[in-house]
């Protein structure tokens, strides 16, 4: 289990982490997630032992990363911000030096680096000089780095930054594949990628944390979801939402966009209504509007995003 | 077990280090920069075959000031490099302690300082073809030379610490290093002499490289030098870690 226990710290005056506490537990991959400058990095290098918390401390395994620095770094890996790799060596040396300092030595060693190479996909450039390396590139070694002695704990801070839509999705699977059994937590700014591969998602700002839950829960405090979107033929869209409105369930009707034939409508349930769409559904049939389309809204993780992080400016 | 691991990580950065260096044509420009220049002064400054005598006081003495320049630029990527490249948050939350990851680095960068030392082999050679010169005198000037290039090594390692520019880093261990000659060099102890106590005179020289260096060019093996070289180079590590430690999020 990696624990964070009420991880504080001060740059000067600034308060850049506030007491923070999480755990994350094996088979859980928790996404990380914050505008720039929340305190995601600093959180993480305080984890990983990098910086000295001011207050609290973390714990990987149980061992204290203040107390019992390389036992916890022993169970960890981790992929810094930017994916920093040593320039001037070539990629199958610079994993060797990483497999070295882990404590493989012989033939394990050769193995665990070739093992290494192949699962990131890293073979064909493994004789290449990295400073040579795309961006992309660099951040797969860096990645390899991380997981070469298959630790129990990763962390990850923006692990696919940087890198095309195929290789994001590649490293997404692979983060996937090995949150089975590890215990992972990753910082990201992008919201898809929390859908895409976290079980619960840690939202701060402002260094403290704001929001704890399953993406899908998180999503549900959307002011958006539940509510249907429609778009149906009119060139009048009152009639319509008057009607809509007067029905048992919809709380309220929006006007989201209107054009000359088409508009484009919302439609929010009331407290505790259901089967919402169906009676939609069955009032414009009847009524024999023409429909384009039909969706029920899931809610939108860049809502309650924006509307968590900076609550001033929601709408 | 744990001095056991302990070796094993010192070793692998010791290595990555060495490799770096040799990897690099900066070993190669300084080891023929170090020899051409240990050669011009021997030979055409001081004047090595009018002098007469078969032994290498001529050779060593410029050491103090051709490696005033040369040892802080192999100095200056040791961490400089590492907090630009950012590999500094991978090296050090690896498991390794600040300890070893200084020592390893140091240890390297003396190894390679001691390869362009044992290079100037042929002084010797000629000294001993010219007649026979004191070879416990050559041995201990040889130290002198490798614990002076440590010196100066240790405090460029501390100067590389503090910043991410390798120049800024260049700059300040070459002061550093100057100031810690020139406190006991003649010229300066000279205009001491006359007003200044003599305890006070005796203090200050103390501090310096160049008396501790000298001695050791004279063949006298004192444990005092040897003492005083590697507290400074303890210290200046000790600091590098200090400042390592404190500077990190910088």
Known sequence: ???????????????????????????????????NAAGKSTTMRMITGYLAPNTGTALIGGHDVCQ??????????????????????????????????????????????????E????????????????????????????????????????????????????????????????????????????????????????????????????????????????????????????????????????????????????????????ALPDRLLRHLAQGGHRLESFSVETGRLDEVFRNITMPQKAA | MELNRNWHTIKAIFLRELTGYFGSAIAY??????????????????????????????????????????????????????????????LLTLPVTLTEAVLAKFLAAWVFIGVALCLTFPMPLTAMYLGGPDAGAMVSGYLGSLFLGGAYLAVGSMTSALTKNQVISFVLSVVICLFLVLVGWPPVTNFLTGWAPSWLIATVEGFSIWSHFVSMQRGVLDLRDLVYYLSLIFFALYGTGVIIETRKSA
């Not at chain 1, 289990?1 to 991959?29: C, H, P, R, Y």
């Not at chain 1, 040579?132 to 997981?147: E, M």
């Not at chain 1, 699977?173 to 949150?179: K, L, N, P, V, W």
Request: net charge positive; proline share 4%; glycine share 6%.
């Open chain 1, 1 to 35: 289990m990696i624990e964070a226990k009420n991880l504080g710290k001060w740059f000067g005056q600034n308060k850049v982490v506030d007491s923070i506490s999480f755990t994350v537990k094996k088979g859980e991959i928790l996404g990380f997630l914050g505008p």
């Open chain 1, 68 to 117: 019992a620095p390389i036992a916890a770094r022993r169970l960890l890996g981790y992929l810094p911000e930017n994916a920093p790799v040593y320039p001037d060596m070539t990629v199958r040396a610079f994993l060797d030096f990483i497999a070295q300092i882990r404590g493989f030595s012989g033939k394990s060693r050769a193995a665990a680096v070739e093992r290494t190479l």
């Open chain 1, 119 to 274: 699962k990131c996909f890293l073979t064909e450039v493994k004789n290449q000089i990295t400073s040579t390396l795309s961006k992309g590139f660099k951040q797969r070694v860096c990645f390899a780095q991380s997981i070469l002695h298959d630790p129990e704990y990763l962390v990850m801070d923006e692990p696919t930054d940087g890198l095309d839509p195929n290789q994001k999705h590649e490293v997404r699977s692979m983060i996937r594949e090995m949150g089975r059994e590890k215990a992972i937590l990753l910082s990201t700014h992008i919201l898809e990628e929390v859908d895409a591969v976290c079980t619960r998602a840690v939202i701060i700002a402002k260094g403290k944390i704001m929001a704890d839950d399953t993406p899908e829960r998180l999503r549900r405090r959307s002011r958006l979801s539940g509510a249907v979107s429609l778009r149906v033929q009119t060139n009048d869209t009152n009639p319509l939402v008057a009607e809509l409105e007067k029905l048992t369930g919809v709380a309220k009707v929006e006007v989201v966009e209107k054009t000359r034939d088409s508009a484009v409508l919302r439609a929010f349930p009331a407290q505790g209504a259901e």
């Open chain 2, 29 to 90: 420009v300084f080891i023929v920069i170090f020899l051409v220049l240990c050669g011009f002064f021997t030979f055409s400054i001081s004047n090595f075959y009018d002098a007469g005598q078969a032994d290498l006081r001529s050779f060593f003495e410029w050491h103090p000031w051709i490696f005033l320049f040369l040892v802080p630029a192999v100095a200056m990527r040791l961490w400089a490099d590492e907090r630009k490249s950012g590999t500094l948050e991978i």
